[in-house]
């Protein structure tokens, strides 16, 4: 009798071998070429009504129009958009299930948080990056100061010390506050809020003296006179405030904090469905309708490949790990 290790044996089977890795790849291939099937959902790491979710939602009813599925929102808010990475790094990498990520999520959290349960790279297969989000430096309507520098002078000659708040420990808006901090070498105390919103309360009621935040979350308050903006933390002007100088031209050279969001998947997902959602996301920020939402919310929409997006992460996880460090923040 023939061992099953047999040479004719070993020959007998590779036909059926062969055969099977077609029907494998034939059949992937039919799953791709189907998607999507069923609804794609969104993930976002924060409260509804926040400037990621606005985004979300307003991408996700042309994203359905041109994919032939609805595209639905989930909000998982919590520490810092930690909570909604895991939900996606441990999702089917099939794309249904898509990450908003951001700037914290991505570049941010893992420099301050030791313990995360996803890796910023390795969990991951970038989409496209979606919006850029410029922050507005704003200040109490109370506060006799008009300009960057009249700020600078009021917290460096002030009595008392002078605080700021944020949406949160190691938020965007409390680095470029520890920024802020550095380079004036004004006697500043960080108090941090749960969200953006509460952290603008503080700022109206004069309890902190300033506050950076995005242009969505701050531009109503400073349209009706609640806020007092100063100036915008991009390289260039907003063309949602054009009339705000930037803190470069301000005085302050080479400070820019610019937010971000944008699309990943989970680890895995196929090459072509990347793609095709790429592809969605790119039509779906050509629309004007679109684009024109985004902009009067204050976003600058973005876009481009895949292969961009994940030099673009690897760029500002760099750079934000800098920033961290130099802040000394840490929140574990």
């Known amino acids: 009798m023939k061992s099953p290790l047999h040479p ?54 042309r994203m359905g129009e041109l994919l032939g599925q609805s595209v639905v929102v989930e909000n998982r808010p919590g520490a810092a958009g930690n909570l909604a990475a895991e939900v996606v790094a441990g999702a089917p990498a099939d794309g249904y299930t898509l990450f908003m990520t951001t700037l914290s999520s991505q570049a941010i959290n893992p420099h301050i948080y030791s313990k995360l349960r996803f890796d910023p790279v390795k969990s991951f297969e970038p989409i496209s990056l979606v919006a850029k989000y410029p922050l507005l430096l704003v200040v109490a309507p109370q506060l006799k100061v008009n300009s960057v520098q009249e700020l600078i002078a009021y917290v460096k000659k002030s009595d008392q010390q002078s605080f700021f708040s944020s949406a949160g420990s190691g938020s965007p808006a409390h680095l470029a506050g520890e920024m802020f901090k550095a380079r004036t070498g004004a006697n500043l105390q960080h108090v941090p809020y749960k969200g953006g919103s509460p952290a603008l309360l503080a700022v109206m009621a004069n309890e902190a003296q300033f506050a950076f935040e995005t242009i969505p979350s701050a531009i109503g308050q400073t349209k009706g006179g609640k806020l007092k903006p100063l100036a915008v933390s991009s390289s260039a002007r907003s063309t ?67 292969a961009e997006f994940a030099r673009f992460l690897s760029q500002e996880f760099k750079t934000w790990g800098d920033v961290v460090r130099s802040a000394q923040v840490k929140l574990d």
């Open 8 to 61: 004719s044996h070993s020959r007998s089977f590779k036909p059926l071998f062969g055969t099977l890795l077609m029907l494998a790849a034939f059949s992937g291939q039919a799953q791709t070429q189907g998607f999507p099937s069923k609804p794609v959902r969104i993930v976002v790491g924060f409260a509804a009504g926040g400037s990621t979710d606005k985004l979300a939602r307003v991408m996700s009813k």
């Open 240 to 306: 949602a405030a054009p009339e705000l100088p930037t803190l470069q031209e301000e005085g302050l050279s080479q400070f820019v904090v610019t937010s971000w969001a944008g699309l990943v998947a989970p680890a895995g997902t196929p090459r072509d469905v990347l793609e095709k959602l790429n592809q969605a996301t790119q039509q779906t920020l050509a629309t004007p309708a679109v684009n024109a939402a985004l902009v009067a919310d204050g976003a600058e929409p973005a876009g481009g490949s895949s």
